[in-house]
């Protein structure tokens, strides 16, 4: 037989066709996951138990774990520490057993979790294919989390809000811009939003169209360590593209990026920051070593995703601590159905 190769017509079809099918997989089991764990009060363990499966949580595991995780908890108020310590102590439970669910939450967490589950079930509404009605925003996609809006990305968590009402919000990882969304009515200055892979930024540009966000910059880039290009992991969820895999994700091929730094982006564009957000699938510590000279010059209140990784949970708090900029500090985690997802180090001087 002669040798047959698909036009990359055939391909892109097919590339499609696969992304979209474990999109739909993915926000069913989602649905499902809410409506058991909403029923039943306990969460699904299926997705930390993997995702977290090297995760030190004690000192079997991690030699230096007395030392990290005290560095970790020093000057926190109460609330981050009960935080840090059930997080933990959740991720070995889970760790330590098979089972698909467990009662994990106490019953204020579980009130959370029903409320924003019921809310964000009852009203949601389809107005066209690429375009999704909540919370008084219009979105060209339903997979975006609640928690953005409930939780504020963290900013519900700030003391000082009013700093940064005049000034630049950087919002790295705004993915179909959900996030960006939140922050436009916060300033008079201007959000810059980076979402780095193609898909993602067609939708954020949708997101800004429908939504009329005078004050939301697009960026096409990555905030890194350096200028240049990054590859970027295409994942089958496309909130989780990441230039840091994790071996138990599924990947679809990669996406060559552009890549600068916060440093080099906000001399250029003449920024004054005010407010960080950075939640970049583990990437977060390569965004905030180019990002120091800023956060040194400019102080914003920073909102930091903690919970990718072990490093990441243990280290950025004690990395900001060390610049002696009078920083105080804050970890927070939702109630949605997770133990560790979405904990999020706020900060502000």
Not at 112 to 140: H, K, V
Not at 196 to 208: G, M, R, V
Not at 298 to 315: E, G, T
Request: with cysteine.
């Amino acid at each position: 037989m002669p040798d047959y190769e698909p036009s990359a017509n055939l391909l892109q079809m097919a590339e499609t066709l696969v992304r979209k099918q474990n999109q739909i997989f993915a926000r069913l089991n989602a649905i499902s996951t809410a409506a058991k764990s909403s029923d039943a009060g306990v969460i699904d363990t299926f997705r930390e138990r993997l995702y977290y499966r090297d995760f030190p949580v004690d000192a079997e595991q991690m030699p230096d774990f007395q030392e990290r995780f005290l560095a970790l908890v020093k000057g926190l108020d109460e609330k981050s520490i009960q935080t840090v310590v059930l997080a933990l102590n959740r991720l070995k439970k889970i760790r330590g057993t098979e089972e698909r669910y467990l009662a994990l939450y106490s019953e204020e967490e579980n009130k959370e979790y029903r409320e924003n589950t019921e809310r964000l079930s009852q009203e949601t509404i389809r107005l066209a294919d690429d375009c999704w009605f909540y919370n008084g925003c219009m979105l060209p996609d339903p997979d975006f989390e609640a928690s953005v809006f409930s939780e504020k990305c963290g900013l519900k968590h700030l003391d000082h809000p009013e700093r940064f009402a005049h000034r630049d919000i950087i919002d790295a990882g705004a993915y179909i811009g959900d996030s960006a969304l939140v922050f436009a009515p916060l300033t008079t200055g201007k959000v810059w939003a980076f979402e780095p892979t193609a898909e993602n930024y067609a939708k954020l540009l949708k997101t800004i169209e429908l939504n009329n966000l005078q004050n939301v910059i697009p960026c096409k880039m990555a905030l890194g360590k350096e200028k240049g290009s990054i590859e970027m992991a295409k994942s089958m969820i496309a909130s989780v593209n990441t230039q840091i895999p994790n071996s138990v994700v599924p990947y679809n091929g990669t996406e060559t990026v552009e890549s600068t730094t916060l440093d080099a982006f906000a001399e250029e564009n003449a920024l004054d920051v005010g407010l960080i957000k950075v939640d970049v699938e583990g990437a977060e510590q390569l965004l905030l070593s180019g990002a120091l000279r800023t956060i040194q010059e400019k102080r914003p209140a920073l909102l930091f995703s903690i919970y990718h990784n072990a490093d990441d949970f243990f280290r950025i708090k004690p990395i900001l601590e060390e610049l002696n900029l009078g920083y105080h500090f804050k970890i927070r985690h939702p109630a949605i159905g997770t133990v560790l997802t979405e904990t999020m180090l706020i900060a502000e001087v």
